[in-house]
């Protein structure tokens, strides 16, 4: 069975209870494959569409579609704009209800600030939406990213509000029309291996690791000596040969590993 996202997040946990780890996070319009369901039928075992994740949500937090309407949906969503900024509001034209949307939120059927949802119209400020994906270059980057300093780090999540490291840079590719994988040791196999830092490029992802060689980490190169990442909180540091720099606290904080161009 499929189903769709009509909450603007939507916590995919570890386990089918409140308590569970959020291991990633729905936005609104995303599509899942429900593979399996609790004993009791309030969650749902499922496996998102955009990147394989699999997870528990909250049965009443997700929409059954018919096989009809999932394959209609997909076509429209596979040329969606985009919303490049933070935080858009959209409008039911329903119920004239708000919803607020959260940055990579992909809008089908999209033209002129109109988008349709399973037959209901939104409207939302076109200033707020890409309908082609940004041209990848060092000053988009920074037009683009400017807004996400000091979100703050939140395990498993991929909203304004809060972001892991890599649900950062699958949210930020994402504007550029880069499909990112979830994980960081899953993005570090996407793209081909850049070798060194100085012919690194805007965009480019920077890997690093934990003790044990395990990659942990990853971050949006804006140049060879600059990064953008979320640790702590999303900002901007200096990128050496080493790793991250970290002026706050004067040392090293990520060992560089591998950079990959997408």
């Given at each position: ?54 997870g528990w949500v909250d049965a009443k937090m997700v929409t059954p579609m018919t096989d009809k309407e999932y394959r ?123 070798t060194d830092l100085n012919k690194a490029k805007a965009g480019d992802l920077a890997f690093f690791d934990h003790q ?51």
């Open positions: 069975m499929k189903a769709i996202s009509l909450y603007s997040i939507v916590p995919v946990r570890a386990l089918a209870r409140e308590s569970a780890e959020q291991n990633t996070q729905m936005l609104f319009g995303e599509t899942c494959q429900i593979t399996a369901a609790s004993e009791d039928a309030r969650w749902y075992q499922v496996r998102l569409d955009g990147d394989g994740q699999e209609a949906y997909r076509k429209a969503y596979a040329s969606a704009a985009v919303v490049v900024f933070p935080m858009a509001y959209a409008m039911s034209e329903n119920n004239g209800q708000t919803i607020p949307l959260t940055a990579g939120t992909c809008l089908p059927d999209y033209q002129d600030g109109r988008f349709s949802v399973l037959g209901v119209g939104f409207r939302i400020d076109p200033g707020m939406v890409a309908v082609q994906p940004l041209v990848l270059n060092e000053q988009n980057l920074l037009q683009a990213v400017r807004f996400f300093l000091n979100v703050p780090y939140l395990w498993g999540g991929r909203n304004a509000l809060g972001m892991d490291c890599s649900g950062f840079t699958q949210v930020v590719m994402g504007l550029f029309g880069k499909r990112l994988l979830r994980n960081a040791s899953e993005q570090a196999t996407q793209g081909r291996t850049v044990d060689g395990r990659i942990s980490h990853v971050g949006i190169i804006i140049d060879s000596s600059r990064i953008i990442h979320c640790s702590g909180r999303v900002k901007v540091e200096k990128l050496d040969a080493t790793g991250i720099w970290s002026a706050e606290r004067g040392d090293y904080t990520h060992h560089l590993v591998r950079i990959q161009r997408v």
